[in-house]
């Protein structure tokens, strides 16, 4: 990591409240399908995962971190989707979201997502899983994604980014953030830009046209200045923030299968004319 960040000022409670909306757990039981992990913080507080598995060792495995208004449970019918494409499907839940304890802010959501990778690698190794390790965000969820790809790039294997945010003032305005009052600066933010700069791997960003929330721009900006080799960038017509999934439909699995295939692939480059 060539530099570290601190998110105290996105703490504060006119900016938290405005990012976070915790929802709470489902009523609903865990899938058949799947399993539930509690994952124990160094400050006591109980975390969650929810694996939606394939049993083959060399799978790769996808480690998703959600929105701000949503739990695992939202993504019960996503991770069957993953595992008919042979990908096991992990989804990670904040502070104070769903099953997990404790009260959601910027610095403890950037903190935890370590403790969750840390705790889906342990996972993996008990279960004698060998494949690639992936690491996805969806909106909030790019910037804990993002920071893993940024500080772990020896043990993540590609960075999928879906419907995330470049800059997070821009952001923070949008969701009803007194910016200028609070006297607010790009540097005390999430820092997406400046990562993904140094984030070589594979990365796929998928994004929606009419999205009202983070508009398209953000994900040309962070393709854009993404220097890795392979990487790829898809536009949904027609969907918003919330509608990618209702719009795409199967193709959204899909391309997401195919890009993760191609992961570690060589290359092959195009004869140029002498």
Request: hydrophobic share 40%.
């Amino acid at each position: 990591m060539a530099a570290s960040y601190t998110y105290d000022t996105l703490d504060q409670a006119g900016v938290r409240d405005y990012i976070f909306h915790p929802t709470p757990a489902s009523s609903a039981p865990c899938p058949a399908a799947a399993e539930d992990l509690s994952v124990t913080t160094a400050d006591g507080v109980t975390l969650h995962l929810r694996i939606f598995a394939v049993h083959d060792p060399e799978a790769p495995c996808l480690l998703f971190f959600h929105g701000n208004g949503e739990i695992v449970a939202d993504y019960d019918d996503v991770g069957p989707h993953y595992n008919q494409h042979g990908i096991t499907f992990m989804a990670a839940e904040y502070r104070g979201y769903g099953k997990a304890d404790g009260t959601p802010t910027a610095s403890t959501m950037m903190s935890d997502c370590h403790v969750l990778l840390e705790a889906a690698t342990d996972w993996r190794k008990e279960h004698g899983s060998s494949g690639k390790l992936l690491v996805m965000g969806r909106s909030l969820g790019s910037a804990p994604a993002i920071e893993l790809a940024w500080s772990h790039a020896d043990r993540i294997s590609a960075l999928l980014i879906d419907s995330g945010f470049a800059l997070t003032i821009p952001l923070l305005k949008t969701i009803g953030v007194d910016v200028d009052g609070l006297e607010l600066s790009e540097e005390q933010g999430f820092h997406n830009l400046d990562k993904i700069k140094k984030i070589t791997m594979p990365t796929y960003i998928i994004h929606g046209q009419l999205d009202e929330i983070i508009e398209l721009t953000n994900a040309a900006e962070l393709i854009a200045e993404s220097p890795a080799e392979q990487k790829e960038f898809q536009t949904v017509p027609g969907a918003g923030h919330n509608s990618i999934l209702a719009v795409a439909g199967s193709m959204y699995y899909e391309v997401m299968a195919r890009f993760i295939s191609k992961i570690g692939q060589v290359r092959k480059k195009r004869p140029g004319i002498r």
